[in-house]
């Protein structure tokens, strides 16, 4: 599964394992606080507070040259971008000094409980294992067919994109940067459900060029990788393996860990 449709929106169920496995904590903290000390409810929601602040942190240090280019962008969550283990070391920190000794244990217990439900829920996103590129042939903006099957051999990014959505307008220059920075690796555009006119006067209007923009008028990439919404991107090996996709709108950090992954 790679997202949670709710009517007309997709989650990314990355996100809402989180989501999920923090409100385990919660529940367990607030059982506690009813039945041993009271302190361990606003413990719970300042400990998460703090982890995610935490992680977040830890992932813009980590990234620190691609943030110095727009401080601002650090800010921007919604493109996602934690890093797990800050986050814990974070909540935990804050649960050493705000905590007394003998709560420890239950709010390990609560920690735990989330873990736990991650843990369970891991195995829902993990759908990635051998898939492959499909065996499509899409056309280029003058209506030349292209296989993807002759991508394979070098490693390729793959975007499944439109001119009208948001995200996929945001981060598509970025993306196209760091497809000529990254010659070694085939960047790959699909348009989905539009035709070549449409996607000529947006790239024209945006003064954005790069080698492979291709036209799926039929959304059948949608229908062969599954895709619950855009924009959504697929990393595969040289030989034409899916290693790991992302749905929603995607950070230059994020992008080039995808990338050092790839390689």
């Given at each position: 599964m790679d997202a949670l449709q709710v009517g007309p929106f997709a989650l990314p169920w990355a996100r809402v394992q989180v989501a999920l496995a923090l409100l385990a904590m919660v529940v367990v903290a607030e059982v506690l606080a009813r039945r041993v000390d009271r302190r361990l409810a606003p413990w719970a929601y300042n400990a998460i507070l703090v982890g995610l602040l935490g992680a977040r942190l830890g992932f813009v240090l980590q990234n620190a040259s691609v943030y110095a280019k727009d401080p601002l962008s650090a800010l921007y969550v919604w493109q996602g971008g934690f890093d797990p283990l800050w986050g814990i070391l974070a909540g935990g920190g804050y649960t050493l000094m705000t905590l007394p000794k003998r709560l420890w244990r239950y709010a390990l217990g609560a920690g735990m409980a989330a873990l736990l439900v991650a843990g369970l829920l891991l195995t829902r996103g993990r759908e990635t294992e051998g898939q492959e590129l499909p065996a499509l042939t899409l056309y280029t903006l003058g209506g030349t067919e292209v296989s993807l099957a002759q991508f394979?051999?070098?490693?390729?990014?793959?975007?499944?994109?439109?001119?009208?959505?948001?995200?996929?307008?945001?981060?598509?220059?970025?993306?196209?940067?760091?497809?000529r920075e990254n010659p070694e690796i085939y960047f790959v555009f699909v348009s989905q459900g539009e035709g070549p006119e449409t996607v000529r006067r947006f790239l024209e209007s945006e003064g954005l060029v790069v080698d492979w923009v291709l036209l799926d008028p039929e959304t059948r990439l949608s229908q062969a990788l599954g895709i619950q919404g855009l924009p959504t991107t697929f990393f595969f090996d040289r030989e034409g393996q899916l290693v790991s996709r992302h749905l929603g709108e995607l950070s230059e950090a994020l992008l080039l860990g995808y990338l050092r992954v790839l390689r």
């Open positions: 394979k051999g070098k490693p390729v990014v793959l975007n499944a994109w439109a001119t009208w959505c948001p995200p996929c307008r945001r981060e598509l220059p970025m993306m196209m940067r760091l497809s």
